[in-house]
């Protein structure tokens, strides 16, 4: 079966630091990972989306990686914030359309 | 306004009500989700809907239903409520025509004693 496996272990890190969060996923690589944040009691929010054929994907502070060999994402936050505490949550597609199956999502917290 | 938007956003129900969680939906997509969250178990999909003739049944769909009464509304039904079944339940909506990202309601926290 497809599964996606995010470390479950919160993830401390200081202020201006960066945090890197891995995804790992087996099975056949999906067409394209996405990476949501989620904070508390409230629903997740998309920040990325990186294909399969993509090495890297950049939006303003965050990167995201792709690396097929591996099976792995790779979710970097740079000269993170307390703002940026939250939960991610990565998902795959599952087959070619729709669907996603989600992580159980990391929590990461910054400390001032 | 918000996008997406789900009704009510608590619920404490007893065993073996009935009880429906609405979701409408104002972005205009085609597909829409339901999706319920527990602690440590992430997000598991119960049902999807890719168009208003077309319901799926997800990873755990047992003891739910859905209905799709327009294409802004996709409303999830528990026939008879069990306590394993509190938990934030979400719904969600996606087009179909990309970039594939899932806009999510606020969520709806059910208690079921």
């Known amino acids: 079966s497809q599964k996606i496996e995010q470390n479950s272990e919160a993830l401390n890190i200081q202020e201006g630091k960066t945090a890197t969060l891995t995804c790992n996923y087996t099975?056949?690589?999906?067409?394209?990972l996405q990476w949501y944040r989620q904070d508390p009691g409230r629903g997740p929010v998309f920040l990325l989306l990186?294909?399969?054929?993509?090495k890297e994907k950049r939006k303003e502070r965050l990167k995201v990686t792709f690396d097929t060999t591996l099976k792995q994402s790779l979710f970097h936050i740079t000269a993170s914030q307390p703002a940026d505490s939250a939960t991610y949550l990565c998902?795959?597609?599952?087959?070619?359309?729709?669907?996603?199956?989600f992580g159980q999502g990391t929590e990461l917290s910054v400390k001032p | 306004d918000a996008d997406v938007t789900q009704t009510p956003r608590n619920r404490i129900t007893k065993t073996g009500k009935r009880i429906m969680l609405e979701c409408s939906q104002t972005?205009?997509?085609?597909?829409m989700y339901w999706y319920r969250q527990d602690p440590g178990l992430g997000l598991r999909l119960i049902y999807y809907?890719?168009?208003?003739?077309?319901?799926n049944k997800g990873e755990i769909s047992d003891g739910y239903s859905v209905s799709r009464q327009a294409q802004a509304k996709f409303s999830l039904s528990l026939e008879s409520a069990i306590p394993n079944q509190t938990a934030l339940y979400f719904c969600?909506?996606?087009?179909?025509?990309?970039?594939?990202?899932?806009?999510f309601g606020p969520g709806t926290r059910l208690t079921v004693t």
């Open positions: 998902a795959r597609v599952y087959n070619q359309g729709g669907k996603l199956i």
């Open positions: 099975n056949y690589s999906p067409a394209y």
């Open positions: 990186i294909r399969e054929n993509e």
């Open positions: 972005k205009g997509h085609d597909r």
């Open positions: 809907s890719f168009d208003v003739k077309d319901i």
């Open positions: 969600a909506t996606e087009s179909s025509a990309g970039p594939y990202e899932q806009y």
